[in-house]
């Protein structure tokens, strides 16, 4: 069975770093997509960034970038400039052809002013 | 665009009741999948629905089920209540999920709050 582990339960940076959320994941599939999501206190899940499992290049979307490691089934974030607002539940997530998703028990961020 | 909408966001309900809640998916869009968030288990997946036909299923007991209409609306029924089942419901949309990789990612709704007492 596949499983995703975060292993950072809380974090803390204060504003304008950089700050980087650990992601492992298990399978023994060779195709699949993975996710970050955001979510914040009001509770709706907002996709920050997608990864498929056969391109090797890494996914960037504006401050967010993951450095993906396939064979060390490894997916972090990174946030550049992080902002008051990117205060929020970062959940790591797999999802294979049965279109499931399977998600880590997230890591709380919290960005300092 | 209309995202997805749950209603209600928020319940009290009883032991041993029973509860449905519902969920709009962004228009266009035929896949729906519900998730349960606690704070012991963190999110874990109830069941998908694509064109009516449940395609997917998690490890819950039978007394969740769920159904998708025509319209791809989606309705999730929990019966015989339980305290363990107060949770963050949660419903996702899809474009896509055929059964192949095209999907590209869920958009989720804002959660159904519910409280059992």
């Known amino acids: 069975a596949q499983t995703v582990t975060q292993s950072q339960p809380e974090m803390s940076v204060q504003e304008a770093e950089t700050v980087t959320l650990s992601c492992t994941y298990d399978t023994s599939e060779n195709n699949y997509y993975l996710f970050w999501y955001k979510q914040p206190p009001s509770r709706q899940m907002i996709l920050v960034i997608r990864?498929?499992?056969?391109?090797?290049q890494n996914a960037t979307e504006n401050r967010f970038s993951v450095n993906f490691q396939k064979a060390a089934k490894s997916f972090s974030l990174k946030i550049s400039d992080s902002q008051l607002g990117d205060t929020a539940m970062y959940f790591c997530a797999f999802m294979n052809r049965d279109d499931k998703i399977i998600f880590g028990k997230g890591t709380r961020l919290h960005i300092l002013p | 665009k209309a995202g997805v909408t749950q209603t209600p966001r928020y319940l009290i309900k009883t032991r041993g009741q029973q509860v449905t809640l519902s969920c709009s998916p962004i228009?266009?869009?035929?896949?729906v999948s519900w998730y349960q968030q606690t704070p012991g288990q963190g999110l874990q997946f109830l069941f998908e629905y694509f064109s009516e036909t449940q395609r997917n299923k998690g490890n819950f007991p039978g007394r969740f089920s769920g159904r998708q209409f025509s319209n791809s609306r989606s309705e999730m029924n929990v019966s015989t209540l339980e305290l363990g089942d107060s949770a963050l419901y949660l419903c996702?949309?899809?474009?896509f999920g055929a059964g192949g990789l095209a999907n590209y990612g869920y958009t989720f709704g804002s959660g159904t709050r519910l409280t059992v007492v």
């Open positions: 990864q498929e499992a056969y391109k090797q």
């Open positions: 228009s266009g869009h035929r896949s």
């Open positions: 996702a949309s899809s474009s």
